[in-house]
């Protein structure tokens, strides 16, 4: 999830947890130790672009780790109290319950989370939430200025986080319940049209859970279209080839099969001008809300290219994408009046 969504949970989870020990202490150390498992960004910069994809929401965000950095956290945040034992109990429940729901609710999105890391490179990913989700992050949002504003009453603050937490629960098992049904009817839609596939890929665009990016791949690429919960209609207008053969000489080179792990499978190659040749990761929608996977604008894009040493050189290809009122009302047109 995004920063701004991680900081209203961990703040919302720091009253309910902690809000009649530590007061309005709980909002902000909770949304400080939310944050905590995002600051892997910080290593990013000396990574490769591969590296740095698969880092990001990895150790930071496994089981292990925020097991092992609650015993630190609480060590240290009970040094200069007097009720030491006391509030060490506290601090465990308030860092346990922020760390743990922050790589919890990063797994229902499609960038991939190492729980399991050391032990599994595995990355989960539900697919159903996209990055950010205003319905979502809506009840949290609206209950943090209640914090700030009642100081005393402690009773009414518990009522109104936990109301506001039991909304957004309720709203992320609605996108699961969203994807199970969207994924049914697409396969069904695919069996009657008698179109063969390989695998399938929802994932909802930015903002909304009502209108959703669908990849469908065969043997020689893969069809994307968007699709509207409202009106259900799909057409699968673009295809893009996998061309797998313009990247065989860098099969056996590890930073390049760093980005086909990261992918899951789900990518294309092209070539450019001057023989450059380009990898797509075609699992997210463009940000410019014009919600299609097309080339020029994918998130995830890097250029390849062999140095006079043979070794391999990888950019990321920023894509060519731009917000405006017109295309914004375009997606508001999708997810309400379409």
């Not at 009657?192 to 596939?197: E, H, L, P």
């Amino acid at each position: 999830m995004d920063s701004i969504s991680h900081i209203l949970i961990g703040a919302v989870t720091g009253e309910i947890v902690a809000g009649n020990k530590l007061g309005k202490k709980a909002v902000f150390w909770g949304a400080a130790i939310a944050s905590l498992p995002d600051l892997d960004v910080i290593a990013q910069p000396f990574l490769q672009p591969a590296q740095s994809l698969l880092f990001h929401r990895g150790p930071t965000h496994s089981v292990l780790f925020c097991t092992l950095i609650v015993l630190l956290i609480a060590k240290l945040l009970t040094t200069n109290h007097k009720k030491k034992r006391q509030n060490f109990v506290v601090w465990i429940k308030l860092i346990s319950w922020c760390l743990f729901s922050h790589i919890f609710i990063d797994c229902f999105n499609s960038y991939g989370t190492a729980i399991f890391y050391p032990f599994s490179n595995f990355r989960v990913s539900f697919d159903c939430v996209g990055i950010v989700d205003i319905f979502l992050i809506l009840p949290l949002a609206i209950a943090l200025p209640c914090f700030i504003f009642i100081k005393k009453r402690i009773k009414l603050r518990k009522i109104i986080a936990v109301s506001a937490m039991f909304l957004s629960v309720l709203y992320l098992g609605f996108t699961v319940f969203n994807k199970i049904s969207l994924d049914q009817k697409i396969r069904l839609r695919l069996d009657n049209q008698n179109i063969s596939y390989d695998r399938i890929l929802t994932s909802p665009l930015p903002l909304t859970n009502f209108v959703w990016l669908v990849i469908v791949e065969d043997e020689d690429g893969f069809f994307s279209a968007n699709y509207s919960i409202k009106n259900e209609q799909i057409h699968f207008e673009k295809y893009f080839p996998k061309n797998y053969y313009l990247a065989e000489n860098f099969n056996k080179n590890a930073e390049f099969m760093r980005l086909v792990r990261f992918s899951k499978g789900f990518y294309c190659i092209s070539k450019g001008e001057n023989d450059e040749i380009f990898f797509y990761d075609l699992r997210f929608a463009s940000f410019d809300f014009d919600g299609t996977a097309d080339l020029d604008k994918a998130v995830f894009a890097h250029r390849l290219k062999m140095n006079e040493d043979g070794q391999l050189i990888m950019e990321h290809h920023y894509p060519k994408r731009k917000v405006n009122m017109e295309k914004l009302k375009r997606y508001y047109r999708q997810i309400i009046n379409d």
